[in-house]
């Protein structure tokens, strides 16, 4: 598989995302629903920590992609949703490491959403993988 990433402009590389994948040669394909800091009753975990919520559901989304043996770099696409994108923000030095670390560097959408499924959950990582 060859991924080729486009970037006519560098602005979003500082958040360690790219305008655009393009991928030759991908097998698989791999649509992850939305991961969240959600213990496996579904229960959600760290509530009213956004960094601690994007690094739990982060982990999920990394347990997903291994059961499909895939790892982060196999990432093409994150969705990113959150209650509060001005927090998400203002804390984006410290989230942006979390997935970049694990050397994924996809295309993204941030979207701002009223809720999550639980009112305790501030963030959601939607994700497309290919290999």
Not at 6 to 18: G, S
Not at 45 to 62: I, P, R
Not at 95 to 109: E, M
Request: glycine content about 6%; proline content about 5%; hydrophobic content about 50%.
């Amino acid at each position: 598989m060859e991924k080729r990433v486009v970037n006519p402009t560098p602005w979003l590389q500082h958040f360690n995302l790219n305008h655009g994948i393009e991928v030759k040669g991908g097998e698989r394909t791999l649509y992850l629903s939305g991961q969240t800091a959600s213990a496996a009753d579904g229960s959600a975990m760290c509530a009213g920590d956004l960094v601690a919520q994007f690094a739990a559901a982060w982990t999920n989304l990394k347990d997903a992609l291994a059961a499909a043996d895939m790892t982060p770099a196999n990432i093409v696409r994150l969705n990113m949703y959150t209650t509060d994108v001005d927090a998400f923000m203002a804390a984006a030095d410290k989230l942006i490491p979390i997935f970049a670390a694990d050397g994924a560097q996809p295309v993204s959408t941030l979207l701002g959403v009223t809720r999550l499924y639980d009112p305790a959950i501030m963030v959601e990582l939607e994700a497309t993988a290919v290999a």
